[in-house]
């Protein structure tokens, strides 16, 4: 497995227009796109940094993900993701050296990446994303 760079990390919140306040309005971060992702009920706003992005989480619905994340743990840090060379390639190896994945074959992600989650307790509590994207 070939881990390229850290791609972004995740952020849970409420309100993205509220959230935008800071990154967009004191911070000068410059908001890139949004988008709607139906299956995973959330909407995403990205804020690139550096070679990395800021990606804000808002749910779509009182039992999506990410409410539920909030609900539980309140607004903040929700993943961080890495991007790989081969996904699938990526999930066979940790699959097989006992890592637990939430995600065993990849699914759709904001601005049609292959996405995929690997399991918080095989990884120190942090949700790990690994995604693959077409450049």
Do not use: W
């Amino acid at each position: 497995m070939k881990i390229l760079k850290v791609d972004h990390i995740g952020i849970a919140v409420k309100s993205i227009d509220e959230a935008k306040k800071l990154y967009n309005g004191l911070l000068g971060l410059e908001h890139t796109g949004s988008e709607t992702v139906a299956e995973q009920k959330v909407t995403t706003a990205f804020f690139p940094v550096g070679d990395a992005e800021i990606e804000l989480l808002e749910s779509t619905s009182p039992d999506g993900p990410i409410a539920k994340y909030i609900e539980k743990k309140g607004e903040g840090i929700q993943h961080i993701a890495f991007r790989v060379e081969n996904i699938e390639e990526a999930l066979a190896e940790l699959k097989a050296k006992g890592v637990a994945l939430i995600d065993e074959k990849p699914r759709r992600g904001a601005g049609g990446a292959k996405i995929a989650f690997l399991h918080p307790k095989s990884t120190f509590g942090v949700l790990i994303e690994l995604c693959e994207k077409e450049e």
